[in-house]
């Protein structure tokens, strides 16, 4: 069975084929649905003698496969031409006229009349079956071209027809452009979901912005793509993190919520830079857009500062920017955390938002009124703050108004929410209720209202005031865009975000957690607060944020064993679990630093897509369900026992 | 904090620097080990300022760091230049001579005698601390150049000095050159090991390897790069599969073993080409070389034959090969099982050995006295192979003698070994023990024994017979070059290994399992002995081998849905559990076959490292345990509630 050649090869390839013929006529006697498959002898095109006669360009696409050609590549260019193509019986008329379709198009076939072989052949076929056809390339007639079509001014009149394998009669949802099935049939039969030309696409614009990326960082910047165990032990105070359990008694894996602790290591062993495509996992049930199991870009530099890493990012999407979304300028904007939330009351800010919020904290202060009506204190942390749509109200209707209250209330509890339309008179008894009329008509005029504007007022505690309003700026904004109304400004509006709080307040025993992670550097101004008073602290941390979409992450890191320590015992957590960390950063740590890019959630900005699930082949329901497969399910008793794990069953 | 331009930009450096000096004095005040940083106002040089000295090609790697060059970049062409170089500070002499490290090599600095303020610096440092340096590069003294360093002509006159991160005095073992620690401390403190030059360039390799591997694919094939997920249902009759309980109670899904089915279902799925470097996870405690989870290059494809998986691997290995690794010449030779259990004893035969297994059964089996003295039957399967090295019976011990001896009755105990040194006279009585006078003597023609030759001989069941053979051939191979004797031809001999068995002979329910996986095609010429003599029925698989490893294997699958049927219910797995598969497969599936190559494997290999720990950052033990962390270790009562599982000590 040596292959001593060139020529061998290709009668290799023939014997092959034929055996291929073999078992095509063995599967199709095993099939009952009477379908037949021709008769005239198969004449095989070899590959490589074929592809001599095929411009350079397309000899790579066909080395590897029986086609000559792909179904979106025959053009008039290749009129006269023999080819042969495989592929998806899309549809049929006639039993003459047949839609081809793959990967890359779709190419129109044509039976001639007196082929009634092949006619009766494919009255017996199912659309979706997979089928090879060899034919001539012929230009089509002049009424029929489509010239939408990448190949709509040819059509192939076919001399074989071959059926590869045969679909069944009924699929649950037809494959064709514009009719798509609902979310959980699709998910039911994601195989047949992926056929869809939406889906296609955005599987490639995925494969190809990853690549770039990769070409970015590794050929032009010197990065090591260096692949890291998931496989490893729980990190404390981060997400919930899936358990694995081992032959050993009582013995347990997590797997990594990120690659954080590795890509420090690797630093301190002296790998300078480092990058990763990067499987994460976190236990996150229940929450909209997330699956169990995601992909990052994991970045991280020896040697940089804040700056640094943030110019490589932009040097990075700008490199791997699809010419098609438009225009992407850096440097991108910088905004504290302060401002965003004064701003827009999110820490991701839409900048694409044409208003914002407007701090009335100084007017309102001055209204007895409130803290008699509400029982509101002024205290330090007292904030009012208004967001207005000028001449926007006439689309704010009742059902909005006690959607907008119902929010308000739930998830904003220290937040008191005023929506008042502004009209020619009588309006201001909607503030009135709480507020004094000189405070009311000092509002009026910093906010310069006018007839037809929309009003949203919210006093009480500063970060759900703010919040509270930072929702409504997005909802309203939708709403309005619903009806037609144009807000957002077009294309990507990118943010960093920095300057954020180290740590957190929290409701647990050290009163206070990390905003991001414990290995975050702090702000080299703040670190004389660190002792005495860590919520005012700094981190050198950074988000990215496109058009209200966090899309990634970073920080420097803490590269001095002591100052670590500090901060893991600020936070309560058990130094001993870290210990293998800081032992390593007492043995020659360099100044570092990284960022981590969601790329699930960018690549489907990328795409436009309203769902992560659209640009992951294979996702899971919010409930981490499997649709296709029904995964997780039970599990045997020998792995019971391999795993010394009981269950509620047991 | 908005950044308009790039005047602004370096201002923003400036002030994070400042920011990072102040951290550092933070830093060195908390640090008690009497180190004092250099007193010297620093005067930092902006990166991009001092980028536009520098030759074009140097600007892209420092665009994004502090330093001006990496510390084996600068030569005598940069004689005269200010440069800042970043490091660890492996080794000094006298408080004046240091070399500095990075990942890309090492510089020497030296202290200017009139610079006693860094003198005294120095003298309080450890090794392995890391520092940043700026300096005048110079040319050495003729007597100290070092030609064999790509810095040796140089070294920098140091003008300033700073501690960026202390080491401690005593690390587990010293970081400089040819010194290595046994693997459990190198495993323990890896970070340290990473330091080591074998370590940074194995890792290096790999990155560099993987991404030709992903530029031939995607830029020149169409491939599509999908990641798959690796939380999924149990693949029936694989490997054993780690499982991860859920937060439904009893519901576990499965670490996939490798993404077979997704691969299948993406071809349904019309995705044509797709490739995905994929985590893969195998619960195989306790087997050498081997690693809980592990990355393989896992290739799939539409309408191709095997001939087409074979060439485009070997493209891709040729186009992802390191020119310094020497020739690599394609097509590789094929090889069928039963050849390379004839020639090898093996399926993965190492090429380069000049000798081969002697078929001998004709002669011994007319030798009546075997049966009587071994009770050995002539049956279909009985077989009798030597292995002979001419003129090398010198080398062979008694204790080499007494360790075959031990293998063969314990692996391979349906084989009877002989080990014979041929000598001028008598040597045959070691055989006449066995066989008859006239059998010993057809058997030295045959073989043409002389005076010095190595005999191994071993007689009976064939399948043990060929494979004790195999092994000792490989063992007294590698006993005599150890002993200076080369045998092995030079550079990698590459073979396909096809035509295996569909099935194999298994002591279960069935008395049979699949040799590879259920979803290989059957060979098209055995199709009509599946139903009545399936143990003869070849598959339509391939192996690729290299110098005795093997590197990968594939196969054309199955991809009609009754056939595929028919060989899940011939291994007895209920096809319930492939429901999902077996309806993609009758939904319009083409045919499709792929390829995954072992890359920990490969890549060890390649870097000619004695075990896949030295090509993976963050290895396991062979116990799958992390030596750095302790992990798997046991979980919280919270976990195990959240999972709703018991272990035994509950």
Same sequence: chains 1, 2.
């Avoid at 199709?28 to 649905?33: E, F, I, T």
């Avoid at 004389?528 to 890191?557: C, F, M, Q």
């Avoid at 992560?612 to 649709?627: H, L, Q, T």
Wanted: include cysteine; charge should be neutral; hydrophobic fraction near 35%.
């Amino acid at each position: 069975m040596h292959r001593p050649g060139k020529i061998l090869l290709n009668i290799c390839s023939r014997r092959f084929l034929k055996g291929f013929q073999q078992i095509l006529g063995a599967k199709l006697s095993m099939v009952s649905s009477g379908i037949s498959s021709s008769s005239a002898p198969f004449s095989y095109v070899p590959v490589n003698k074929a592809s001599t006669t095929l411009p350079e360009a397309t000899i790579k696409r066909d080395k590897y496969s029986h086609r000559t050609h792909n179904c979106g590549q025959l053009t008039v260019a290749n009129v006269g031409e023999k080819v042969e193509l495989c592929g998806w019986m899309e549809f049929q008329r006639m039993n003459k006229f047949i839609t081809l379709r793959d990967n890359c198009g779709s190419t129109q076939l044509i039976v001639p009349d007196e082929r009634t072989d092949l006619t009766k052949t494919i009255e017996g076929i199912s659309y979706e079956t997979v089928i090879r056809v060899i034919g001539t390339v012929n230009p089509r007639p002049n009424s029929q071209v489509n010239k939408n079509m990448a190949t709509g001014e040819i059509e192939i009149s076919v001399e074989h027809l071959e059926i590869l394998n045969p679909s069944k009669t009924q699929l649950p949802f037809p494959i064709r452009q514009f009719i798509k099935a609902k979310e959980s049939l699709r998910m039911q039969y994601r195989y047949l979901d992926l056929r869809f030309p939406e889906m296609q696409r955005n599987l490639r614009i995925r494969s190809k912005v990853l690549m770039r990326m990769r070409e970015f960082l590794i050929n032009k910047c010197n990065f090591v793509d260096i692949e890291t165990p998931t496989l490893f032990r729980r990190t404390p105070g981060g997400a919930q993190e899936f358990i694995v359990p081992t032959r050993n008694p009582g013995k347990f894996y997590s797997l990594v919520q990120s690659p954080q602790q590795f890509k420090q290591l690797l630093m301190v062993g002296g790998i300078d830079r480092y990058f990763q495509i990067a499987r994460c996992y976190r236990d996150e049930a229940g929450r909209m857009d997330r699956q169990p199991e995601f992909t990052q870009l994991d970045i991280e530099m020896s040697f940089v500062d804040r700056e640094s890493i943030m110019m490589l990012t932009e040097d990075l999407l700008v490199e791997s920017w699809l010419e098609e979304l438009g225009e992407i300028s850096t440097p991108f904007e910088q905004m504290r955390y302060d401002d965003a939330m004064e701003l827009y009351g999110t820490d991701k800010p839409d900048a694409r938002l044409p208003y914002k919020l407007q701090n009335v904290t100084d007017i309102v202060k001055t209204s007895i009124a409130l803290t008699t009506k509400t029982g509101i204190e002024y205290n330090d942390n007292f904030g009012a703050y208004a967001v207005v749509f000028p001449k926007e109200s006439k689309n704010f209707s009742n059902s909005t108004k006690a959607q907008f209250d119902d929010i308000s209330k739930r998830e904003f509890p220290q937040a008191k929410l005023l929506q008042v339309k502004i009209t020619e008179s009588s309006w201001k008894s909607g503030l009135t209720t709480l507020l004094s009329n000189d405070v009311v008509d000092s509002i009026e005029n910093r906010l310069n209202l006018h007839n037809g504007d929309m009003l949203f007022l919210s006093v009480g505690q500063k970060p759900d005031v703010q919040e509270v309003l930072g929702k409504l700026l997005i909802l309203y904004t939708n709403i309005l865009e619903s009806k037609g109304v144009t807000l957002r400004a077009p294309g990507f509006k990118w943010l960093w975000i920095v300057d954020f709080p180290l740590f957190s307040k929290e409701d647990n025993e050290n009163g206070i957690r990390t905003t991001h992670h414990p290995f975050t550097q702090p702000h080299p101004e703040d670190l004389h607060l660190l002792a005495t008073d860590p919520l005012k602290v700094r981190g050198l941390h950074y988000d990215l944020v496109s058009n209200g979409w966090e899309i990634g992450g970073g920080s420097i890191r803490i590269h001095n064993s002591l100052l670590q320590k500090q901060v893991l015992e600020i936070l309560g957590i058990d130094t001993c679990q870290m210990s293998h960390l800081l032992e390593a950063l007492d043995s020659g740590a360099p100044p570092h630093g990284g960022i981590a890019l969601g790329l699930d959630r960018y690549i489907a900005m990328l795409c436009n897509a309203t769902s992560i699930r659209d640009v992951i082949a294979f996702p899971k329901s919010m409930e981490g369900r499997d649709a296709m497969s029904g995964a997780p399910i039970q599990i045997s008793d020998e792995d019971k026992k391999l795993y010394h794990i009981r269950t509620p069953a047991d």
